[in-house]
């Protein structure tokens, strides 16, 4: 792989229940020799801000309690990255093994309409995940009925279902899909994750850990304490990248879109210049080869470097320029989803980053310094940033999110000094507090 060509194409692999028997043994070899396993994890909903950020912890996590076991799981992501073989790359490149699996609960969950107009925004098939979705059953592990890929009874729907499944195997004429019992749930890639000795990276992940927890795990413990001896014991090393963008690399944002997309920046522009500025990360990733086209998204992603303009006449500028939205710039959310009349787009909230930066240096020192204004209604180029609704579509897909989360930890590793990234391990973002999470068990547990 060529260094001006690293992370343009992330290779998803798509798993569902048709393909579930194929792809289990890849997943779970991917993660058995996975050094890092990045997951991202989407919801049927998140519950409200105000019970997100309820002040007291124990409060706050009763409420997070009530939201992972009343809501469900959708989709996981899984981004495995291991260090390449010299023949693949040579030093500094990193394989990357990314899966979406498509999930369906058995049982009943609720569902928030701003949840799903937000996933529906971003691309995400409801048709499909309820059709090709892999069946499990939340909370505490219960015996495996092989008439069903349920357990209990087998409803009507499940037959019906099921029936469906029999047809597009014979269609496809593939005698390993003549019977779709699994063999395993998706509660084993819960168990392979945590028996694999990988460190586990997420982004601001205490719902998605608990929602993995109580999906495909077991029933949440009553207490946020019990809960984080029980964390500490399943997944040893823990890394959550909102945590390192805030608490060690002071970024001034942090949501995860522009973490990845800042941070592809750099890496460009270090693999353009001399290798003496520091470590190189580059990608490679080998499931292309070895999986079915058909069971493979190719999510294009090319990092964005801007040209210095050429035409600058006030009506050149102002014609291909846009406005971007503050509130999206700064979180990652804007209220207004696709309605927002300004420009979501990361690219063009980077690019405006940039030249505020490079004019405090163009103006520093001088007597005017206090006249400039921070406008942020001022227009950035739109022709040089990726297509709003295309990056819409790609991000906020757990298997993309999952790699954009890996990637980025991988990166941020390379830029930190062996101690203080042990420093920083087993913390995770707590949103409105001074201090993270801390996931070390009690002595009183």
Known sequence: MS?????????????????WKQMYPCLAQAISKATYVAVDAEMSGIGSRKELMEKELTKRYTNMKSIATSRSLLSLGVACFSKAPAHRGGEGVMEAKVFNITLLSTASYVVEPGSLLFLSEHGFNFNKQISHGVQYTPGKEKPVDNSNQTSGKTSKSARKRRK???QQAKKENDPQEAELTPMYTPREVFKLISSSGAGLV??????????????LYDDLP???DLFVAHLTELFPTVFDTKYLAEYHFRESASFLEYLFRKLQRSVELKSNQDDTLGPRVEFSFPLQTIVAEDNIDLVSCPAKQRKPDTNNTEEAVMEDKVVVCKQFGAHGFCPHGLRCPRSHDVDAILDLEDDKR???????????????SDNDD???????????????????RAGFDAFMTGYSFVVMKSRMESKTLADTMNKVYLSGKPRPLLLVKSKYV
């Open 3 to 19: 260094r001006k060509q690293q992370a343009v194409t992330c290779c998803v692999v798509d798993v569902h229940a048709y393909n």
């Open 164 to 166: 469906l499944m029999r």
């Open 202 to 215: 997420l982004h601001n992940g205490l719902l998605d850990l608990m929602f993995l927890y109580q999906g």
């Open 222 to 224: 009553p207490s946020l």
């Open 358 to 372: 490079k004019r405090k240096l163009n103006n520093k020192g001088n007597d005017d310094d206090n006249e400039e």
């Open 378 to 396: 001022e227009p950035v180029d739109i022709k040089k940033t990726i297509d709003l609704r295309a990056a819409r579509a790609q991000g906020h």
